[in-house]
């Protein structure tokens, strides 16, 4: 499996856990790239007329960003009942 496709598939199971939106995910993720690495992938995606993803991976960026996902995109248990602490 690519860097990328595990990047995608930690989204897509973190959004189906928390129930959170799909592109404010993203946007987050991308948000955090360009303050800690300094590397706005939405704008360079729109100067070259393709995805961020696109750019984050022509760029050598993918392995960044996968940290930087797996860092942000922690799912949690709840703690409930039954739930031993």
Request: charge should be positive; glycine fraction near 4%.
């Amino acid at each position: 499996m690519t860097t990328r496709a595990k990047v995608v598939r930690l989204h897509r199971a973190y959004c189906i856990a928390k129930k959170a939106n799909y592109q404010d995910t993203w946007n987050w993720l991308y948000t955090e790239l360009k303050y800690r690495h300094n590397f706005d992938a939405k704008v360079r995606a729109k100067n070259r007329k393709c995805s961020p993803l696109d750019v984050i991976e022509q760029d050598g960026m993918m392995q960044v960003f996968f940290v930087l996902a797996s860092d942000l995109l922690v799912i949690r248990e709840e703690q409930g009942p039954g739930t031993q602490h």
